[in-house]
């Protein structure tokens, strides 16, 4: 007998009796979803930027020192221009290395827990963009900030052989006497620009 | 046979570290208080968690079948290990097949239970951990001491005095962000080097074929992202059933564990990286036949925060090499005598019964209960010493005898404080070995109420 038959059916002779799922939770609501997800950033070790009315995101970009100063920019965002990385020119992932900062939109950020959910086409052709940069910049319509959870996990479409990850503050670790230290495997910043 | 006894009284010998270890955890228990109490609905939350863990347990072949044909359908070539060693040999003949020489690793308790490291190593094959707390015990050569924070039990001057040796880092630095720094270039490297990453698996989802893995590092995500080739292990009880449910648990996961209200990275696997293979080996070991005992299938549940063992007394108090398991604390004292009861058998007894950890557990694992339970099932199966087995038949005789009981009570209060100390406290009793027994009442309290007015 197979490996496979041999777990299923053990599993179906020790089933237990049936049980029902439950219902669906109402999250938490907040009456400044925005301030929420700044705060919660915040104490992920991240930084929250309001795009100023003009919604321009270039000149937002400028003000940051990061950027203005990165030799090496990979942008996933439409017009917005990568700088000295040609992504599309680049087979191995592992040739991302030393990449410093890269531009990413965001499909929509979630409050309570400040995390951006970026779909898996978004990073194409290179997943591993999001993690090997030492910097990174995450793009977010302002109007996309949901309370909680559910309501996130609801906007999600999942397709076939697909990726997706949030994303929720700088790369972290505290594994050194509870201290908490940015930037262990990771980006060493997350900034999320809400436009 | 050293119990769970016996090496706590050599952690807890050491009286400054035993309290500073027992504050370490305490911090990230407040921490976990915090969270919980921010979300109203969170008693909800819990709820939720352990329905939905219930229910697909009693569907568990089902859903495991329809998550192995969305699986297959994203490409994921899917494996079956019936135990440890049938997963440790999938891995190796993946790796093996792909020239494989070395292979980085995210944190997978799974893999710490099959002891999948050394079995690759002795076939040649490099195994870096990644995770900084995990790579630090692997430096020295230990196992971790807590599946979430594995070197909780360590002082930053020892990681220091490690790097330095195994680093190169400074002698005497043991500022954290420094140390963190080092081991980021040097697992950097570890990472530029590797054909294939391994991860555990934190959710496995029915309905998409795909897996979750939670990391604060980002190492899960170098690893599976870099290499052509992934490889993710799961216990059988890691599935659920929809992608929605993911939003319950990750909502508790990461607030019970460490007190954040969510890892810094949540990676939705759902198919290989471009051009690349993924592989996600199904494990057994044991896990079926824990689902037939009604008493003890609920800790199937378990979504490993560590909650119970932060919150433990005992655990706090005895630091996790005490209980000689993969998983320690309350889960872990329920887990490790279900595959041996005769060399696990202390660990049930590593309790208070305070029911801490059933207050805290994420997805209301009746664990203090369970604890209890598996003492009835180790004296049943005489995996307990006969000085407490005599002890409890002795015990049970008398309080179920009410006359014989107040006989008894007559006798030890005449004749116990007229014994000399010598005959009171010694081996035979080991009660009185860091406690005085308490000053015999001329009458004993059935008396007393007789004596009142009423």
New interface residues.
Partial sequence: MSSRSAILDSLRQNVPPAAPLPAPIDGIRFTDPIKQFEETLTIAGGTLVRATAQQDLASELAKLNLYASAAKVASLVPGIPSRNVDLNAIEDPHDLEGIDVAIIPGKFGVAENAAVWIPGETLTPHRAIFVIVQHLILVVPAGQIVDNLHQAYERIQWSPNSFGIFISGPSKTADIEQSLVIGAHGARSCTVILL | MTGHAEKSAAFAANEDRAHWHDQ?LW??RSKRDRQASG???WE??R??AS??K??T?????DY??EFER?AI???IQVH???DAA?HNAIVHQILASHGVTHLVKSKSMLTEECHLNPYLEARGIEVTD????ER?VQLRKEPPSHIV????H???EE?GELFHIELGTEKGASD??Y???A??GH??GK??GAQAGLTGVNFAVA????IVVCT????A??GA??PRLHIACMG?EKLI?R??H???F??LLARSG?G???????????????GGEMHVV?V?NGR??I??Q?AF?RSLGCIRCGACMNTCPVYRRSGGYSYGYTVPGPIGSILAPQRDPQKYASLPFASSLCGSCTDVCPVKIDLHHQLLAFRKVLVDLKAVPLQKRLCMAVMGFVLSRPSLYRMGGGLMRAIVPRLPRSLVYGPWNPWGIQREIPLMPPQSFRDLIRKEPS
Avoid: C
Wanted: charged share 20%.
């Fill in positions: 370490s911090f990230v979300i109203p609905e909800a939350l709820e939720a329905a939905i219930t229910h347990l009693s569907r568990l072949a495991l079948e969305n359908a994203n490409g079956w290990a019936r049938e990644t995770d900084l707390g630090i924070m594995p070197a909780i360590l002082k930053r990681i954290p962000k140390l963190t720094e081991a980021r697992l950097r990472f530029m309905e998409t074929g795909g604060n590092e980002g190492n995500d170098m992202s870099l059988i059933p992608a929605a993911l939003s319950v990750l909502r460490t954040q209200p969510i890892t810094g990275y949540t990676s939705h696997f759902n198919g290989p990286v471009r199904i057994d079926s036949r689902l037939g009604e299938r």
